[in-house]
């Protein structure tokens, strides 16, 4: 067995809407069925007893080697704690080629499990020895490493509940919700509105307990110190005991608290001094208590008590430690709810004040502190009490929050109890955190857990908005550019920004950033990263799915155009029309519940993805008594179509109607594809919501030239004859031109083409055979670059199609694709049509261009002397 690729499959994809790693499996006749290898199942449940159930696809169908990966795979990750379900195993074309998927939720993760799950079998197949244990341990610690943080994670999980997208822009904790003009982004749990100055004063505790005391906050005593004579000099100037701590850390890094000696102080600095400026003040005796405050509503309390271990009279208190780390919520990070007590010098430091050393045993019942702070980050435990907060109390923790001017804020108070004012009680403010963890609160050790996440989406997206802009897929075999052009036209047309992706290049608000065929997910992603978007237009190619699946989540509009042969058809196992269909309908599969699936219903593969659609359907079809058509409509759904001289939307009663005179792109309606792709956008803008004036101006002022539409359908001018430049290349593509070039008058019709060499050999010899039979002259070109195609291969087989055509007699071949465009335009004469089918879009458009406009300017004067 041998694994010959692995992809990552990051949004909704062929086999399912998971997250997934592919893996294409090769096994070899003989090496292929489980049962080819005598006691193989038996020897890969000793070494690994979880694998499961081993299932073929089907049960007529052997069960493979490749079966086996796909179990192990996700079984491994199930153990190391991922939440995964999904796998399918399923044959390729080839022989004894398996495409294997497994769902994961870290990506990183999964490509381990794919890998430990191969060697897994090797190690069956060899009788040799494979650590189980040690690889879901590795595999777990993997997974903590790379998920999110409980903090984070919680937001992301009430942003999922409420339909709010979300994309983690770093292996970090910073996260965009929402797309292009609506996202947010969150760093942790703290949220963009959230300035840098108000960061910034946060982390100097001096500066926040001088706009605290201005704001009437209570606060204790102290400030900066620069040596340990100067620390002791504040400590006897404000009072002992007193805390030393960094002036701007965090999570309780460096803070010594209850310091009553020199000796403890001069400890205690060394301490903080590591981390930065020192700082001394006042300590405030009784309980810690963190408050979150979110906007300007407190939304968690909880009482955070120092870590401590209760002496049973038996175990030492190094023993007793190690005892209370060994609960399974207690982690080295912050991945888990509690975090393992660290006993290091400040432990035993702690411990010698007590009168006691880590081979000491504590009678039973005794409570032994391990740390005189009580950050989670320590071992420290917490205790919920919002419920107990005093509402003088929550309005000081929200003055505090709101002083500094944080978005969300921990404000950490010192006082006996929160059932009461801290005035009352000689209580204060004692920091304010601008990025808080919030397990405590999520994950307290005692009490109830409150959706503190909830709470910061709410804050950032007020109910009822889902961080959604409009987004508009489209796919098939031809139309599917110019249907995107179009449709991001009539989008822009009421002033919205839109990003549109296409094999062009990537466009935002009408300016192009990208180039090269960027109809793939990448670029789908970048635009929806893109502040200056309001709403999105993605042309979306088999390809990009086949390598990563959809760019986005969902759309609001997805649109196919039609499906046919000779698109890329033989390649990643994709090789009959009803494979492509499959593929493409992954755009249909992937529609919001309230969204409209836009579908050609003349073509039935097109027709029948209705089925898969959580949405909506609007059938557009020419043919207006289609018998999908005529039902759809009788049922009251949304239809357009073609009626005489006007596209019509209809809907029940309504009819908008659109005069094909008035639709420059279609030439009076005498194209068709081009009425089919204005029916394909109309139907989808009316899908977006837009207005019915919006659509028609949109119409009207969309020109089928090199700027709105580049290579479809450019018609141009060449000294009275007419020049027609477009990049179909395939089959369906040559019916649909020369049905619409046979509608244009013209004394003779010559057309240059080339093929792409990575298409099928019937595919290359069907376009010259349609086109053969349509036009006078034949201009073939061929590039340098014929992916895969040997010198003249191309060549040969378009002559083949050409073999007997009927029409085309005038046949020659150039190379180069200037060569050939310049060689067309030297044979034409006024009153002739030259369709020239172009590989380079862009260059050779700007070639044409230059040749068309110099062919207007006037013949030199010829002067004599």
């Not at 694998?51 to 190391?80: D, F, K």
């Not at 390729?92 to 890998?115: F, I, L, N």
């Not at 013209?746 to 099928?760: L, Q």
């Not at 191309?794 to 060689?823: H, W």
Request: hydrophobic share 40%; glycine share 10%; with cysteine.
């Amino acid at each position: 067995m041998e694994v010959t690729r692995i992809r990552a499959l990051r949004g909704p994809n062929l086999w399912s809407r998971h997250t997934a790693i592919e893996a294409v499996v090769s096994c070899p006749f003989g090496e292929r069925a489980m049962a080819d290898f005598e006691g193989f199942e038996t020897r890969l449940r000793a070494l690994y007893p979880a694998v499961g159930e081993l299932r073929p696809a089907s049960p007529a169908s052997p069960l493979t080697l490749a079966h086996v990966l796909e179990a192990a795979a996700l079984s491994l990750q199930a153990q190391a704690g991922c939440p995964v379900t999904f796998s399918r195993t399923s044959p390729t074309t080839e022989d004894g080629v398996y495409q294997v998927v497994v769902q994961y939720t870290e990506e990183a993760v999964g490509r381990m499990a794919v890998h430990a799950a191969v060697e897994l079998i090797e190690a069956a197949l060899a009788g040799r020895p494979f650590d189980s244990a040690k690889v879901v341990a590795d595999m777990r610690e993997l997974d903590e490493d790379e998920r999110l943080g409980p903090s984070t994670g919680s937001i992301v999980d009430a942003a999922v509940a409420r339909g709010i997208p979300f994309r983690r822009l770093t292996q970090g904790s910073l996260v965009q919700f929402g797309w292009g003009s609506k996202q947010r982004r969150i760093q942790a749990a703290e949220v963009d509105a959230t300035s840098a100055v108000s960061e910034a004063i946060a982390q100097d505790k001096d500066l926040t307990k001088q706009l605290l005391h201005a704001a009437g906050v209570p606060v204790p005593r102290g400030r900066p110190v620069n040596s340990v004579d100067d620390a002791w000099a504040v400590a006897n100037e404000v009072g002992l005991p007193v805390v030393v701590k960094p002036q701007d850390g965090n999570q309780g890094k460096g803070v010594t608290v209850n310091i009553t000696t020199r000796e403890q102080l001069e400890t205690a600095y060394r301490t903080a001094e590591a981390i930065g400026q020192v700082m001394v003040e006042r300590f405030l005796p009784g309980n810690d208590y963190r408050m979150l405050v979110v906007g300007h509503q407190l939304v968690a309390a909880a009482r955070r008590d120092p870590p401590n271990v209760i002496g049973d009279g038996e175990h030492t208190v190094q023993q007793l430690v190690e005892m209370v780390n060994s609960d399974p919520r207690r982690g080295d990070g912050h991945a888990t709810s509690l975090t393992k007590i660290r006993f290091d010098d400040i432990a035993v430091a702690r411990l010698h004040g007590q009168g006691l050393l880590p081979s000491s045993v504590p009678e039973k019942g005794r409570r032994v502190v391990l740390r005189n702070n009580a950050n989670l980050s320590t071992g420290g435990t917490a205790t919920d009490v919002t419920e107990d907060v005093h509402p003088e109390v929550a309005a000081r923790a929200v003055s505090a929050a709101r002083m500094i001017g944080l978005d969300v804020c921990g404000v950490d108070i010192v006082c006996e109890s929160v059932l009461r004012p801290l005035e009352e009680q000689h209580g204060g403010v004692v920091e304010v955190n601008a990025a808080p963890g919030l397990r405590m609160h999520l994950s307290p050790s005692f009490g109830k857990g409150r959706p503190v996440g909830e709470a910061i989406v709410n804050s950032i997206f007020p109910p009822g908005d889902d961080g959604r802009i409009p987004v508009i897929a489209v796919t098939g075999t031809n139309g599917k550019t110019t249907t995107a052009r179009l449709i991001t036209h009539l989008l822009a047309s009421t002033g919205l920004r839109v990003g549109m992706t296409n094999t062009d290049g990537v466009y935002v608000n009408g300016k192009q950033i990208d180039s090269g065929d960027c109809s793939g997910p990448r670029s789908a992603r970048n635009v929806l990263m893109h502040p200056e978007v309001d709403a999105a237009v993605f042309e979306t190619a088999r390809g990009g799915i086949l390598r990563e699946g959809l760019g986005f989540d969902r759309c609001q509009v997805s649109v196919v155009t039609n499906i046919g042969v000779g698109d890329h058809l033989g390649l990643n196992y994709i090789t009959t029309v009803d494979e492509l269909a499959v593929l493409k309908r992954v755009i249909v599969q992937n529609v919001a519940p309230t969204g409209y699936a836009v579908l050609n219903a003349a073509d039935p593969m097109t027709a029948a993805m209705a089925s898969v659609c959580p949405g909506a359907v609007i059938y557009f079809a020419a043919d207006r008594n289609h018998p999908v058509m005529a039902t759809h409509r009788a049922q009251g759904h949304r239809t357009v179509y073609v009626d005489g001289d006007a596209v019509i939307a209809a809907d029940g009663v309504r009819r908008e109607r659109f005069p094909l005179k008035a639709i420059p792109i279609t030439r009076n309606g005498t194209i068709g594809f081009q009425v089919e792709n204005v029916m394909a956008a109309v139907a989808a803008a009316w899908g977006a919501g837009l207005s019915w004036e919006a659509v028609r101006s949109g119409l009207a002022s969309f020109l089928n030239d090199a700027d709105n539409a580049p290579g479809r359908f450019n018609v141009m001018d060449f000294r009275g004859a007419t020049v027609i430049a477009d990049y179909g290349h395939n089959p369906d593509a040559m019916r649909a031109l020369v049905s619409a070039v046979d509608a244009m008058p013209a004394r003779r019709r010559m057309v240059v083409i080339s093929c792409a060499g990575d298409r099928r050999d019937q595919d290359i010899s069907d376009q010259t055979k349609i086109l053969g039979e349509a036009f006078d002259s034949v201009v073939l070109y061929e590039d340098a670059c014929q992916r895969g195609r040997a010198d003249g291969e191309v060549f040969q087989l378009m002559r083949q199609g050409l073999a007997n055509a009927r029409r085309a007699k005038d046949v020659v071949e150039i190379r180069g694709e200037f060569s050939a465009i310049d060689q067309a335009l030297a044979r034409l004469e006024p009153g002739d049509l030259c369709l020239v089918l172009v590989d380079q879009v862009e260059e050779a458009l700007a070639h044409l261009a230059q040749r068309c406009s110099a062919a207007g300017q006037p013949e030199p004067a010829v002067t004599t002397g």
